[in-house]
């Protein structure tokens, strides 16, 4: 049992769906009914459908002209089926006129049962990672692409990503930052809409224009904290990354 335990979490399963545990081999006559029985399986969206409700998206997130108000209507959102098997809805937190506001992906497990941005692991390593640059994590905006967390932690899919990013943009724009940090390729990848992978993307500045912001913000793409814990040798190319933004926001009008 202990073996089976550890090889589900090996595979990424975090979350029981049940509190008793169910002998499958005697489930067989009860599946078998409940499949005849289920109703046929929804036809995949199409990506016309998934450009429409990210046009409604668009038009939710311009209708924000505070956080606190873009922050209820992120919370009162239905429109994402990641919402229904997620714990808590996780919007950005940290200072709200900050210089750097740092991007990543989704909530994690730990992101999910708080409803707070990197609170788990990943996120530790962030904050040791602001603090190597001196910089103190609620001196930053931190916040991701997705607010719900994806089941299992999969990674989401290009409509997910679609239908969310409003959010996002428009939580840019409403904290104006002057420089910002994309870690991890589906940061970097949806909001610099590139197609490369975060090894090519990362270690060179970019401008990111975006909606009702008079300015373009400076961007930098990085490694995501979850994969230097992963993969420590990568943490060399992070520091440099980390040293050219404390660089940039050191100069003014840089
Ligand atoms: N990984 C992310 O991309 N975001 C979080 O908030 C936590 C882990």
């Not at 922050?71 to 900050?98: Q, S, Y």
């Not at 609620?138 to 989401?156: A, C, D, F, H, K």
């Amino acid at each position: 049992m202990c073996a089976l335990l550890k090889w589900y979490v090996a595979a990424g399963i975090s979350e029981a769906t049940d509190t008793e545990p169910r002998d499958r081999f005697q489930a067989t006559p009860l599946r078998k009914a409940v499949v005849a029985s289920a109703p046929a399986a929804k036809p995949l969206e199409s990506p016309a459908t998934a450009r429409e409700k990210s046009r409604d998206t668009v038009e939710i997130a311009a209708a924000c002209t505070t956080l606190a108000e873009l922050r209820a209507t992120i919370h009162a959102f239905d429109g994402c089926a990641l919402k229904r098997t997620a714990t808590n809805t996780v919007v950005g937190n940290g200072d709200e006129d900050a210089a750097l506001m740092v991007i990543g992906e989704a909530p994690g497990a730990e992101e999910d049962r708080q409803g707070l941005p990197f609170v788990g692991p990943a996120g530790q390593l962030l904050n040791r990672m602001l603090a190597s640059i001196n910089l103190k994590r609620q001196t930053v905006y931190v916040s991701n692409i997705l607010p719900w967390r994806p089941p299992g932690n999969r990674s989401p899919t290009a409509e997910e990503i679609a239908l969310c990013q409003p959010f996002i943009e428009r939580q840019i724009a409403l904290v104006g930052p002057r420089v910002l940090i994309l870690v991890g390729g589906i940061s970097a990848k949806s909001l610099l809409n590139e197609k490369q992978g975060i090894t090519r993307l990362r270690g060179t500045w970019r401008e990111l224009t975006v909606a009702n912001l008079a300015d373009p913000v400076a961007t930098m793409a990085t490694f995501h904290p979850a994969y230097l814990l992963r993969q420590p040798a990568a943490k060399r190319e992070a520091w440099r990354d980390l040293l050219a933004v404390q660089k940039k926001l050191q100069t003014p009008n840089a």
